[in-house]
């Protein structure tokens, strides 16, 4: 069975520019969930899918966005980049939200380079 | 708003010697999760141990096993015979449920010495 695939592995933008990044979850799951993994910052929640909605979203200014598709893959959308945006972004899925009786899987990463 | 502390930013441990690695937290909740995470330079989070709030007894996984205090809002990770293969950052995280996702301390670099 195909674990959580994230792409693309690196991803170099320019300041200004705007980067997408694409998750796929594992088949049969709903929930999708994207943190930032910032240097000295840990793992910060930034957004949560299910179901096709989003349900909830972290601290981050609305620059960060995104969407998740009718087959609950999902898309971040990092508009207007600025050099701290560099990060580690990863993606989480899980059957249903996390926490509960189900574990989240996480995919291997997006490194985004803002230079 | 749910806090997760982790005091080590780094452990060092002798191959096959034991190891704790510590984590506090603080919740107004009852009924919550807590998990160890392993990411090892391959980035992947790989979970190593689960916890459920409501279960006073502490969860084992092999040679990973907690220690948890819900009344000390403690969460440590015991790893017996330590391998090289263990060598990674460790994250002690939180879940009350979904909507804001895991919260996640800040991490403890765990140093296998051959």
């Known amino acids: 069975e195909a674990g959580v695939t994230q792409s693309p592995t690196h991803l170099i933008k320019t300041r200004g520019q705007q980067a997408t990044l694409r998750c796929s979850p594992i088949s049969g799951h709903t929930s999708v969930y994207w943190y930032q993994q910032a240097l000295g910052l840990g793992l910060q929640f930034l957004l949560w899918?299910?179901?096709?909605?989003?349900?909830n979203r972290g601290n981050f200014p609305p620059r960060f966005s995104g969407r998740q598709f009718p087959n609950y893959s999902s898309e971040l959308n990092v508009n207007a980049l600025e050099l701290e945006d560099s990060a580690l972004y990863l993606c989480?899925?899980?059957?249903?939200?996390?926490?509960?009786?189900?574990?989240?899987?996480f995919g291997q990463g997006t490194r985004l380079t803002v230079v | 708003a749910q806090t997760v502390t982790q005091s080590q930013p780094e452990m060092s441990v002798q191959e096959a010697e034991t190891v704790t690695l510590s984590c506090t937290y603080d919740t107004s909740e009852s009924d919550y999760y807590l998990f160890w995470y392993k990411q090892p330079p391959s980035r992947q989070m790989i979970l190593v141990i689960r916890q459920e709030a409501y279960k006073q007894q502490n969860a084992t996984e092999n040679r990973f096993s907690v220690n948890f205090q819900k009344a000390a809002k403690s969460f440590s990770l015991k790893i017996s015979d330590s391998q090289l293969g263990d060598a990674a950052m460790y994250f002690c995280?939180?879940?009350?449920?979904?909507?804001?996702?895991?919260?996640f301390g800040k991490g403890t670099h765990l140093i296998i010495q051959p």
């Open positions: 995280a939180y879940s009350g449920g979904g909507a804001d996702g895991l919260t």
């Open positions: 989480a899925s899980s059957f249903r939200a996390t926490g509960r009786d189900t574990e989240a899987f």
């Open positions: 899918y299910d179901e096709g909605e989003e349900r």
